[in-house]
C-alpha cells in the first residue's frame, strides 16, 4: 500500500510563474518529510525538507509547506525556471533510516 | 568528490537468467540502502545495510533477492531466476548515519529489463 501519494503525475507551468505539487500520506508516524528532485539518467537529489515540528520551511526559491492535521504537504517553487524542469518526489520517514516515496510529478517549466 | 555510482547502467536479460546488479557508495558512508522503481510508481525500500549488515530486509520481495556489502562498502543486489515483473529501475544511496535525518545520496541506478 502506497503510504506516500503524488496524485498529479504533471505539470507544466510557465517561466517565471509558481510551481506548486502536492502530497498527501496517511502514516500519522511520519515526522520528517523531504522532497528530491530527480533529472533523466540521474539519480533523486536532496532538495528540500521539513520536520513534523514545523509547518514551513523555505530556501530560496523553493518553500515546503506541512499541514499536519490533513496529512498534506506541498512544495512551492517561485518564481520557476528552465532548469527547474525535472521530476519531483515527496518522501517521508517515521524517525528511521526507511523512506517512503511518492509516484513523483514531472514538472515541465515553458519558456 | 565521487558520488554514489551504479553498474551496469543498463542491463537486458532473459526470463529465468540471474542478473547481479552493483552499487559503490560514497567513501566513508556508513549507512547503504536499496530501492527499485518500477514504471508508475514510486521508490520502493529493498534493503538496507548499516556497515556489512542488513537489519532490514523487509522490502526484497522474495527469496530470489539477496544482497550483500563487503568491506563497508561495495554492495551487490543479485536477482536469480529473473521475472518479468523484476523490470524496474534500482536505485542504490549511501548516507553517513541511519536515521531519516541524515540526507540519503542516491546513485543514478540501474535500468534493468527482463525479456
Known amino acids: 500500500d502506497q503510504q506516500v501519494k503524488q496524485n498529479s503525475p504533471s505539470l507544466s507551468v510557465q517561466e517565471g510563474r509558481i510551481s506548486i505539487l502536492n502530497c498527501d500520506y496517511t502514516n500519522s508516524m511520519f515526522d520528517y518529510f523531504l522532497w528530491y528532485k530527480k533529472y533523466p539518467a540521474e539519480g533523486p537529489t536532496f532538495l528540500i525538507s521539513?520536520?513534523?515540528?514545523?509547518d514551513k520551511n523555505e530556501d530560496g526559491r523553493f518553500t515546503v509547506f506541512l499541514n499536519k492535521s490533513a496529512k498534506h504537504l506541498s512544495l512551492h517553487i517561485v518564481p520557476s525556471q528552465p532548469g527547474d524542469s525535472a521530476v519531483y518526489f515527496c518522501?517521508?520517514?517515521?524517525?528511521?533510516?526507511?523512506?517512503?516515496f511518492g509516484a513523483g510529478t514531472t514538472v515541465t517549466v515553458r519558456a | 568528490g565521487a558520488g554514489v555510482s551504479q553498474s551496469p547502467s543498463n542491463k537486458v536479460t532473459e526470463k529465468g537468467k540471474d542478473v547481479e546488479l552493483r552499487c559503490d557508495p560514497i567513501s566513508g558512508h556508513t549507512a547503504l540502502y536499496w530501492y527499485r522503481q518500477s514504471l508508475g510508481q514510486g521508490l520502493e525500500f529493498l534493503i538496507y545495510f548499516q556497515g556489512n549488515s542488513a537489519p532490514d530486509k523487509s522490502g526484497l520481495p522474495s527469496d530470489r533477492f539477496s544482497a550483500e556489502r563487503t568491506g563497508g562498502s561495495v554492495s551487490t543486489l543479485t536477482i536469480q531466476r529473473t521475472q518479468q515483473e523484476d523490470s524496474a529501475v534500482y536505485l542504490c544511496a549511501s548516507s553517513e548515519g541511519t536515521s531519516g535525518y541524515n540526507e540519503q545520496f542516491f546513485g543514478p541506478g540501474t535500468r534493468l529489463t527482463v525479456l
Open positions: 521539513i520536520s513534523s515540528i514545523k
Open positions: 518522501a517521508a520517514s517515521a524517525n528511521d533510516y526507511k523512506l517512503s
